[in-house]
């Protein structure tokens, strides 16, 4: 099982199962996904940041940085 961030068109974000990489391909080929708050069905996927170790037993979340937002805080993948 693999998780994805995935986003519409509208700029909704929400995460999804699939079994596999190539499942989320073959219903996004399909359009089979939709937006579980517009049904959109113009989805892909969002970037997302890798889990690193801290080596504390803890994890920490990488920020991502995909320079699209203009300010600080308005970037919704940065939450």
């Known amino acids: ?8 068109a509208k700029g909704h974000a929400f995460d ?7 499942e989320y391909d073959k219903m ?6 939709s937006c579980p708050e517009c049904g959109d069905t ?12 801290s080596g504390t037993g803890g994890e920490v979340a990488a ?9 600080e805080g308005a970037c919704p993948w940065a939450a």
């Open 1 to 8: 099982m693999i998780v994805y961030s995935l986003r519409c």
């Open 42 to 53: 113009n989805v892909v996927k969002a970037i997302m940041a890798p889990r690193v170790s």
């Open 63 to 71: 920020e991502p940085s995909c320079g699209s937002c203009a300010q």
């Open 28 to 33: 996004a080929a399909d359009g089979a996904l």
């Open 16 to 22: 999804e199962w699939f079994a596999s990489g190539n």
